[in-house]
């Protein structure tokens, strides 16, 4: 069975510092791995994916994550936090059958203060 | 614009009667799939369906139906719901090229409450 964490129920940084939010993950096989984001009232938005190829990974509104094999984890990052960063991230992790399902971690807010 | 369309974004309903919530796509995704949120648990897999007239069980099947008649929409049944299903409920979709490996999309939700 698959499975994810996200050690942190909450994450605060000041406006401009670097963010982290972390997150490590259990899967049989290839890894094929996820950022989303939920601001409050809102639907899950897609941040980031790894599937194959380079470790770090590059997505939206400046957000990237560095896929490391060997501790299996797969942690958010950003150079400088914005308050409109301020939600709830969840990281989730699918392996490569065709159920296609994907577990998702317990979810981390991060919270930017200005 | 692509989206994942749920209805009703908000239900309040009893207990035992009959609901159905709808989710449509416009992105002509064959993969749709439901998902339930709960505080401390993150989402949940409840039914997929790989494209139409193909559907399964995922995580926490019990005390809910699908069907997939359309590629389109992928509603999901409540036949006699039950407090314990008092939830968020997400529909997602997603494309079969580049052997199912895309992201999935995910609807605004549905906030379920059952008394």
């Known amino acids: 069975a698959q499975s994810v964490a996200q050690p942190e129920d909450q994450v605060n940084v000041a406006e401009g510092n670097p963010l982290t939010v972390k997150c490590t993950y259990s899967v049989s096989g290839n890894p094929y791995l996820f950022w989303y984001v939920q601001y409050p009232n809102r639907g899950l938005q897609f941040l980031l994916k790894y599937i194959t190829g380079d470790n770090l990974v590059k997505g939206s509104y400046g957000f990237e994550a560095e896929f490391n094999k060997s501790q299996t984890s797969f942690h958010l990052k950003k150079p400088s936090a914005l308050v409109s960063d301020s939600a709830l991230y969840f990281c989730a992790v699918r392996d490569d059958t065709g159920r296609r399902a994907l577990t998702f971690g317990s979810g981390t807010r991060l919270q930017v203060q200005p | ?115």
Not at chain 2, 86 to 115: H, I, K, M, W
Request: aromatic share 10%; proline share 6%; hydrophobic share 25%.
């Open chain 2, 1 to 115: 614009e692509a989206q994942v369309t749920q209805n009703p974004r908000y239900l309040i309903t009893v207990t035992g009667k009959k609901l159905t919530v709808t989710c449509s796509q416009n992105m002509n995704h064959e993969y749709m799939s439901w998902y339930r949120q709960d505080p401390g648990l993150g989402l949940r897999q409840i039914y997929y369906s790989m494209n139409v007239e193909v559907t399964d069980k995922g995580d926490v099947p019990e005390g809910y139906k699908v069907s997939r008649k359309e590629k389109r929409n992928f509603p999901l049944i409540l036949e006699s719901p039950s407090p314990n299903q008092t939830s968020l409920y997400f529909c997602a979709s997603s494309a079969n090229r580049d052997r199912g490996r895309g992201e999935q999309y995910f609807g605004p939700g549905t906030r379920l409450t059952v008394t």
